[in-house]
């Protein structure tokens, strides 16, 4: 299975969370510190690299504050063959 | 970047990290003032991602209502006009008129349209404008704290309706979706919600109908998405899902109300 990450900004995060509640493997918390605005921020806590970049959380996030990457599988480049 | 586990694997299947999704460009950075967790944000990050996919950035003009949405020309890199409270319809109707070759959509609140702006949303639809609607009832006025909507549901609490909206009075609320669905000028009426992944995506892929049935020349577009306010329900944001869920899709049925001839003959509809 391909993994993933995502990365949360932080400053922008309103600490609603609603991306804890699709992530399928249960792997968003709320930070035990404060942002700027007064908000407790979305982490991934990935310990194991559950995460496969599936995007739902993306999805949800009312701030569109969350990037997403994967790995994928690519071909190599007739260089590397 | 994660690198590179080549070594002797006989397929030589190589692995790189890719971004699969980030923040539409069409969105600007201004962080938005919505209370956490309302699908305000929600919903003008699926419109910001059908601009960026459609391409067509530089050529829009947003219509802002008065609501929680006031704001709105911040939060999208687009140009924007602001309207007086209701007027979106007509304002846009002036653009669309001089501009044809700009898209132009207006985004309004149930207060905003289906109250006040009544007159302007039913006169736009007759007249079929080629503009696209985004309609986002979420049952309530938000801006001004919560009072009763034309949409509040039969029994709901709210700021002015204390003890429950009391329909014997007030009428039962009002359904624009079906409204003006039934308006000749009207080329594609639909209802949709964000309430969850599934709906999210339903969403979505109807909003890039609306605008394509605009790029087209095939007239009026109207999406009224159910919406949350998890501050004036007195909720959290994730049982406010659960309301929309629970208490609005049973009144507002999701669903496509009018798609005419000419929309259905659009390429990739909603793709
Ligand atoms: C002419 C005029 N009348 C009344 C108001 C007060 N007012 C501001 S927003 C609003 C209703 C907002 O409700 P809605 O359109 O549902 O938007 P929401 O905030 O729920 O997104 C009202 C009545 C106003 N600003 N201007
Ligand atoms: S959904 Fe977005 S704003 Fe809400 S807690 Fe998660 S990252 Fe923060
Ligand atoms: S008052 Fe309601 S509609 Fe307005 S921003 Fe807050 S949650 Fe959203
Ligand atoms: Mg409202």
């Given amino acids: 299975m391909a993994k993933g990450r995502i990365k949360v900004d932080e400053a922008m995060c309103k600490g609603c969370e609603l991306c804890i509640m699709v992530c399928p493997y249960g792997l968003i ?11 407790k921020p979305a982490v991934l806590i990935d310990p194991d690299q559950r995460c496969t970049g599936c995007t739902l959380c993306a999805m949800m996030c009312p701030d569109a504050v969350i990037t997403v990457y994967r790995e994928t599988k690519i071909k190599p480049s007739p260089a590397y063959a | ?3 590179v586990m080549m070594e002797k694997a006989p397929e030589k ?4 990290e890719k971004m699969v999704y980030e923040r539409p460009a069409a969105l600007s950075d201004i962080p938005t003032h919505y209370c956490p967790g309302c699908t305000h944000g929600l919903i003008h990050k699926l419109i910001g991602e059908v601009i960026d996919e459609l391409g067509i950035r530089q050529r829009t003009i947003s219509v802002s209502p008065v609501g929680c949405a006031v704001f709105m ?3 999208f890199d687009v140009d924007g006009a602001e309207a007086a409270h209701g007027r979106a319809p007509a304002m846009a109707t002036g653009i669309k008129r001089v501009q044809p070759d700009n898209i132009v959509f207006t985004y309004q609140g149930d207060g905003d349209m289906a109250s006040i702006g ?4 039913i006169w736009a639809a007759t007249r079929g404008e080629n503009i696209t609607v985004f309609f986002v009832n979420n049952a309530i006025y938000g801006m001004t704290g919560g009072q009763m909507a034309p949409t509040s549901l039969p029994g709901q609490v709210t700021g002015s309706s204390p003890n429950g909206r009391d329909v014997e009075m007030t009428g039962m609320p009002i ?4 409204l003006l669905a039934g308006l000749p000028g009207a080329s594609y009426v639909v209802r949709r919600s964000v309430h969850n992944i599934q709906t999210i995506k339903q969403a979505k892929k ?3 109908t609306a605008f394509q049935v605009q790029m087209a020349g095939a007239g009026f577009a109207l999406v009224e998405l159910l919406s949350s306010c998890p501050t004036n329900w007195k909720m959290t944001a994730a049982d406010s899902l659960t309301w929309i869920k629970e208490n609005m899709v ?3 049925p999701l669903g496509d109300y009018k798609v005419a001839d000419v929309v259905k003959t659009l390429n990739n509809r909603g793709k």
């Fill in chain 2, 13 to 16: 299947v190589m692995w790189a």
């Fill in chain 2, 250 to 252: 049973p009144y507002y």
């Fill in chain 2, 206 to 208: 109807a909003i890039r």
């Fill in chain 2, 73 to 75: 020309y911040d939060y």
């Fill in chain 2, 118 to 121: 009544m007159a302007e949303i």
């Fill in chain 1, 29 to 39: 918390e709320m930070a035990d510190h404060f942002n700027a605005k007064g908000y």
């Fill in chain 2, 175 to 178: 359904r624009m979706a079906e």
């Fill in chain 2, 1 to 3: 970047m994660v690198d």
